[in-house]
């Protein structure tokens, strides 16, 4: 058995923590024997664990504590504390090697809960659970409706990411951002985010990517963490992209363009920084797949 988790790009600029969209880039495992204890193989180094206090075989023991050990073997596309939602790919991992090893048969509903409460929000691991974009809600005194989501259909366009080389933990990316904010720009805030998702649903990226680049939440307190950013938002500008946003906590910056702009676009995100990876992605529509 295999299982495939997609990366995923959080926030989409306004939507901070409630949306997110799945992109072509895997985390696989492969599930072998059982064993007497848990092994995962894997070239990712020394930093990430071989054993039980891997996340994928924790969050797996997590949701079942009686799960037999096996033998696992893990590869990666999904570059580490880049924003791009590798956390959450393997703790989306580890829940389904519980369901399945298990017989669980968890519902999609279950498995965005599970997954919401171990990694704290939703909008990295409910688009790595169902694909393409989702936007979500996590209200921790809810006792009723504590984790709802909607799954969307993402326009059709080209998703260029632009990876530096340099690493960003979610840790310090949240510890910038302020404690409070006034009503007034909390108001403002959430309509940019409403917008940007009704323009999305509309299809209607140009105003989609206006959207995403006047965010209130976050960027902005990022912004001296992420030098590269302003950036990538001119080469943007200049090239007439829809728009562009940092990637879940970053560093990655998304950005969304039409096709007939993109190879001009990566040249000069690439004559930007030589080192960074600038890779041409597609949305992954199906979420977590077992083959
Ligand atoms: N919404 C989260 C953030 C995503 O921006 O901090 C990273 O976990």
Same mark, same amino acid.
Request: charged share 20%.
């Given at each position: 058995?295999?299982?495939?988790?997609?990366?995923?790009?959080?926030?989409?600029? #306004? $939507?901070?923590? !409630?949306?997110?969209?799945?992109? !072509?880039?895997?985390?696989?495992?492969?599930?072998? =024997?059982?064993?007497?204890?848990?092994?995962? =193989?894997?070239?990712? $180094?020394?930093?990430?664990?071989?054993?039980?206090?891997?996340?994928?075989?924790?969050?797996?023991?997590? @949701?079942? #504590? !009686?799960?037999?050990?096996?033998?696992?073997?893990?590869?990666?596309?999904?570059?580490?504390?880049?924003?791009? $939602?590798?956390? %959450?790919?393997?703790?989306?991992?580890?829940?389904?090697?519980?369901?399945?090893?298990? +017989?669980?048969?968890?519902?999609?509903? &279950?498995?965005?809960?599970?997954?919401?409460?171990?990694?704290?929000?939703?909008?990295?691991?409910?688009?790595?659970?169902?694909?393409?974009?989702?936007?979500?809600?996590?209200?921790?005194?809810?006792?009723?409706?504590?984790?709802?989501?909607?799954?969307?259909?993402?326009?059709?366009?080209?998703?260029?990411?632009?990876?530096?080389?340099?690493?960003?933990?979610? /840790? &310090? !990316?949240?510890?910038?951002?302020?404690?409070?904010?006034?009503?007034? =720009?909390? @108001?403002?805030? %959430?309509?940019?985010?409403?917008?940007?998702?009704?323009?999305?649903?509309?299809?209607?990226?140009?105003?989609?990517?206006?959207?995403?680049?006047?965010?209130?939440?976050?960027?902005?307190?990022?912004?001296?963490? @992420?030098?590269?950013? /302003?950036?990538?938002? +001119?080469?943007?500008?200049?090239?007439?992209?829809?728009?562009? *946003?940092?990637?879940?906590?970053?560093?990655?910056?998304?950005?969304?363009?039409?096709?007939?702009?993109?190879?001009?676009?990566?040249?000069?995100?690439?004559?930007?920084?030589?080192?960074?990876?600038?890779?041409?992605?597609?949305?992954?529509?199906?979420?977590?797949?077992? *083959?």
């Amino acid at each position: 058995m295999r299982i495939r988790v997609p990366a995923t790009s959080a926030n989409l600029g #306004p $939507g901070f923590d !409630s949306c997110g969209i799945a992109l !072509s880039l895997y985390l696989t495992i492969a599930v072998k =024997e059982e064993s007497e204890s848990w092994e995962i =193989e894997h070239s990712l $180094g020394d930093e990430i664990p071989s054993d039980e206090s891997n996340l994928i075989i924790k969050t797996a023991l997590e @949701v079942l #504590p !009686s799960l037999k050990p096996h033998k696992l073997k893990m590869t990666s596309e999904i570059p580490l504390t880049r924003g791009l $939602g590798s956390s %959450s790919s393997a703790i989306v991992a580890g829940i389904e090697l519980a369901n399945r090893l298990g +017989e669980l048969n968890l519902s999609t509903q &279950e498995k965005v809960e599970i997954a919401t409460k171990i990694e704290g929000h939703p909008d990295n691991v409910a688009p790595a659970i169902c694909g393409d974009f989702v936007v979500a809600s996590f209200l921790e005194n809810d006792e009723k409706d504590q984790v709802k989501y909607v799954k969307h259909y993402f326009p059709e366009c080209e998703l260029l990411a632009f990876i530096p080389t340099s690493e960003l933990l979610t /840790s &310090e !990316s949240r510890g910038v951002l302020p404690t409070t904010l006034s009503f007034k =720009e909390a @108001v403002q805030a %959430s309509a940019i985010a409403n917008v940007m998702i009704a323009a999305l649903i509309q299809g209607n990226l140009p105003l989609a990517g206006k959207m995403m680049e006047k965010d209130h939440w976050h960027e902005k307190y990022r912004a001296r963490l @992420v030098s590269h950013l /302003s950036k990538v938002q +001119e080469i943007c500008k200049k090239n007439q992209a829809y728009g562009s *946003f940092l990637s879940g906590a970053g560093p990655t910056v998304i950005i969304l363009t039409s096709e007939e702009k993109s190879q001009s676009i990566q040249d000069q995100l690439q004559q930007l920084d030589p080192q960074a990876k600038v890779e041409a992605l597609s949305i992954d529509q199906e979420g977590v797949q077992v *083959f």
